[in-house]
C-alpha cells in the first residue's frame, strides 16, 4: 500500500534543474559553473536565499560565441525569457523519473501536482464506493478484487506514453488502492476479540513502515521511474495470492448476514489451529436473535444524534490528518537535506509515532487522537515564523511524527463509532472526507508566495562590467 501512495515521491521527483542552452554543449571550454553564471538570471527562493532560476535564460545570441569575448552587464538590464530547450537535470539523486522524461517544470510543474492529486479523487471514490461493496458482499471479495486492480494498473502505469495516460491510470490505482485499504482493516479489526483490537489496529500500520522501508530502498538503488514501477507490482502480487490462499472472510460480517454456516466453518478452524474448543456458535447465534439480520445504510445510522456528532467530528479528524501527513510525506524532497536522509528518518519517527499510539490507546483513544493532533498542529504553525531550512526540516518531520500518532489512533477509533453492518461503510465515508485533505496537499504544497520580490542581484564592481572570455579566439 505504501508502495501505491508514497511511491509518487520517487517515480515523479523533482531534481534541480536549469535552462539547456544547445550552443554550449559542444564547447568544451565552458564549464556549468560558466554556464550557470553567464546565462542563467538570479531569482530568490521561498526564504529570501538567492538560487539560479530554472525556468529562464538571458536572451542572447549563442549561435557566435566562438568568437569574441563574451560581455555580461552587472546591472541585469538583459531581458529574460523562458527556457527554449528543454532542460539539464542533475541525476545525484534522480537519474529518470516522469518529471526529467517529460519536462514536468515550469510551466508544466502543474502536471505533477495535477498526478497528485487525481490519484487522491481516485482514493475519495474508492472510499465511497469500496465500502458499501464490502459490507454488502463481504471483506474479501472486495480486498482481492481490489489488489488485483492494483496489480494491473501499478503495471500498465509503467508503460504510460505520456502524462494524461498517466494521470488517468494513477486515478483508477487509487480507486483501487482504497478499497484494498479499508477492507483490509476492517477485516483485520473483526478478525480479534476486544483484548487484541489496538493490537490488530495498529499492527496494520508496523506493514505500513515495512513498505515505506521498502521503498527507501528501492528508491535508492533503482533510480529509473519505469523499472521502479514495475517492481511496485511484485509485493502487490505478492499479498494477492497470500489473501486468496490464506485469508478467510470476516466470520462477524458472516453472521451478521446470516451466513451462520460459513462463519461457523471459519471459526472452527480457526480455533482448530489456536488449539481451543468451539462452542456450537449455531446455538449461540439463534439464542441472541442472530436470524434477525440489521438492516441499514450508514446514512440511516446517522439519525443517532450521538452517532451524527461523533462521525462529523471523526471525518474532521481524518481530513487535517490526510492533509498534514500526506503534505508532508509528499513534498520532503522540498526540506533541507539529503534527500533519501530525511526520508529514512521520517520513517523511524512514524515508527516511534505508532509505538507510542499503540501504548496510549490502551488508556484512552480520544485523548491520543487530540494530544497529538494539538502538537502537530503547533509544529506546523511555528513553521511560518522560521526561515532557517534545516530548522523547518526538523519541526517538519516532528509534525509528521505528532501526526502520525493521531493518524493511527483514528485508524483504530474510527470502526468503533459503527455497527457492524456498515462499518465498511462508516470508515469509507470518514476516509472519504480525509480524501478531501489528502487532494489538497499537493496543491498547497504547490503554493510559493515570495518572502521577497524576485530580482536579479548582483555584486557590483568598481568598473560597472565584468568581461569573461568564456571562449579562446580562434
Not at 523562458?82 to 534522480?94: F, K, V
Amino acid at each position: 500500500m505504501a508502495l501505491a501512495l508514497l511511491g509518487i515521491t520517487f517515480v515523479g521527483g523533482t531534481p534541480t534543474h536549469y535552462c539547456r542552452i544547445p550552443e554550449l554543449q559542444s564547447l568544451e571550454n565552458v564549464s556549468k559553473s560558466d554556464h550557470m553564471r553567464l546565462f542563467i538570471p538570479k531569482t530568490f527562493n521561498l526564504v529570501g536565499e538567492e538560487q539560479d532560476d530554472s525556468c529562464q535564460i538571458y536572451q542572447r545570441n549563442y549561435e557566435n560565441l566562438t568568437g569574441d569575448p563574451f560581455v555580461m552587464s552587472q546591472n541585469s538590464t538583459w531581458k529574460k525569457i523562458a527556457c527554449q530547450n528543454r532542460w539539464i537535470y542533475d541525476e545525484s539523486i534522480y537519474v529518470s523519473t516522469i518529471t526529467t522524461e517529460w519536462d514536468l517544470v515550469c510551466d508544466k510543474k502543474v502536471w505533477h501536482t495535477t498526478a497528485s492529486t487525481v490519484f487522491m479523487v481516485g482514493v475519495l471514490v474508492g472510499s465511497i464506493v469500496s465500502g458499501n461493496l464490502a459490507d454488502r458482499f463481504g471483506r474479501k471479495p472486495v480486498l482481492v478484487a481490489c489488489h488485483v486492480g492494483m496489480l494491473i494498473f501499478s503495471i500498465v502505469l509503467a508503460f504510460s506514453p505520456h502524462i494524461i495516460f498517466f494521470v488517468i491510470v494513477r486515478f483508477l490505482l487509487g480507486v483501487f488502492c482504497m478499497g484494498a485499504m479499508a477492507s483490509s482493516f476492517c477485516l483485520g479489526m473483526e478478525m480479534v476479540g476486544p483484548s487484541w483490537r489496538v493490537f490488530a489496529g495498529v499492527v496494520v500500520e508496523y506493514f505500513w513502515i515495512a513498505g515505506s522501508l521498502l521503498l527507501l530502498l528501492l528508491g535508492y538503488f533503482i533510480r529509473y521511474w519505469k523499472t521502479l514501477q514495475l517492481l511496485f507490482a511484485i509485493p502487490t502480487a505478492l499479498t494477492t495470492l497470500i489473501y486468496l490462499k490464506f485469508i478467510p472472510e470476516s466470520p462477524k460480517w458472516l453472521f451478521v448476514t446470516n451466513k451462520t454456516e460459513e462463519g461457523h466453518k471459519i471459526l472452527k478452524k480457526i480455533a482448530s489451529s489456536n488449539g481451543v474448543q468451539l462452542y456450537d456458535i449455531k446455538i449461540i447465534v439463534s439464542k441472541k436473535g442472530g436470524n434477525d439480520v440489521p438492516s441499514g445504510t450508514l446514512w440511516s445510522v446517522m439519525k443517532s444524534p450521538v452517532l451524527r456528532r461523533q462521525t462529523l467530528n471523526i471525518t474532521l479528524c481524518w481530513t487535517v490528518n490526510v492533509m498534514i501527513y500526506y503534505g508532508i510525506t509528499l513534498n520532503i524532497s522540498a526540506l533541507a537535506g539529503n534527500f533519501y536522509t530525511n526520508f529514512l528518518i521520517s520513517i523511524v519517527l512514524e515508527l516511534v509515532a505508532y509505538l507510542t499510539c499503540q501504548f496510549f490507546l490502551n488508556y484512552s483513544r480520544r485523548l491520543t487522537v487530540a494530544i497529538s493532533m494539538i502538537a502537530g498542529g503547533l509544529a506546523m504553525a511555528c513553521i511560518i515564523a522560521v526561515e532557517n531550512e534545516s530548522l523547518i526540516t526538523g519541526i517538519a518531520l516532528f509534525g509528521k511524527f505528532a501526526i502520525s500518532i493521531s493518524f493511527g489512533a483514528i485508524w483504530m477509533y474510527t470502526p468503533e463509532l459503527f455497527p457492524t453492518c456498515v462499518r465498511n461503510a462508516g470508515i469509507g465515508f470518514a476516509s472519504m472526507f480525509g480524501r478531501v485533505g489528502g487532494i489538497l496537499a499537493p496543491i498547497i504544497g504547490d503554493l510559493e508566495i515570495p518572502l521577497r520580490e524576485k530580482k536579479a542581484v548582483f555584486p557590483e564592481e568598481k568598473n560597472g562590467k565584468e568581461f569573461y572570455s568564456c571562449i579562446n579566439h580562434k
